[in-house]
């Protein structure tokens, strides 16, 4: 069965740091990968997905990820996190066929102070 | 911009009663996905429907949950008997047609309490 695995539940940075939140995922065939990010009290909404093509996928709000395929990574940055990222974070991967669900990771909540 | 509806928001009931989430998907898409999601952990499918069809169910724990989506528009998800378990966030989410070629677009979920 497919499985998402997020490194850090938690991580706190300083405004202006940079970001990378790590992303892995087993499962041997083409798939299709998301993230999705939480703001306090929204609902989930996407930042990026890859399905095929350039492996660095830009997103919304200055986000990127790129799918490293020998690695099973889909890994999350931002060059300058702003107090506005604080949010949780989500990585979600399906199979490359219609009709298959979402699986997520169990997220990453990143805190950001100004 | 068109939304996902889901009602309740919140929802505080007693173990043992029955409870029930509606959700509207957005207009025209084909696909509707409960989620569950418990407090600091990513949500989990629990069933997936494709118009009025039920694709997956495999993660619904059929003795005392329930859905339905009768029209292949709105849907709802029942409860009964509720356990303090279950308490957690029901998300409702909607996509065009079967991922794969498309995003779920998610709606603000209902936060259910069980006592």
């Known amino acids: 069965a497919q499985s998402v695995s997020q490194h850090n539940h938690h991580v706190i940075l300083s405004e202006a740091a940079s970001l990378e939140l790590g992303c892995n995922y087993s499962y041997g065939g083409t798939v299709n990968l998301f993230w999705y990010v939480q703001y306090p009290g929204q609902h989930l909404q996407l930042l990026l997905k890859y399905f095929s093509g350039d492996p660095l996928v830009k997103g919304i709000k200055g986000f990127e990820a790129e799918f490293i395929k020998s690695k099973f990574s889909f890994n999350l940055r931002k060059p300058s996190v702003q107090w506005s990222d604080t949010a949780e974070y989500f990585c979600a991967v399906t199979k490359n066929q219609a009709g298959t669900a979402l699986i997520f990771g169990k997220g990453t909540t990143l805190s950001v102070s100004s | 911009e068109a939304e996902v509806a889901q009602s309740p928001r919140y929802k505080i009931t007693e173990k043992s009663q029955a409870v029930a989430f509606w959700c509207d998907p957005i207009s025209g898409h084909a696909t509707l996905y409960w989620y569950r999601q418990i407090l600091g952990q990513g949500p989990e499918l629990l069933v997936q429907?494709?118009?009025?069809?039920?694709?997956?169910d495999s993660q619904l724990p059929k003795d005392r949950f329930s859905a339905e989506r009768l029209k292949g528009v709105d849907s709802t998800l029942k409860i009964q008997p509720a356990e303090l378990g279950d308490s957690a966030m029901y998300l409702c989410?909607?996509?065009?047609?079967?991922?794969?070629?498309?995003?779920?677009?998610f709606g603000e979920g209902s936060r259910l309490t069980v006592l």
């Open positions: 429907f494709q118009d009025e069809s039920v694709v997956d």
């Open positions: 989410a909607s996509s065009l047609i079967g991922l794969g070629t498309g995003e779920l677009f």
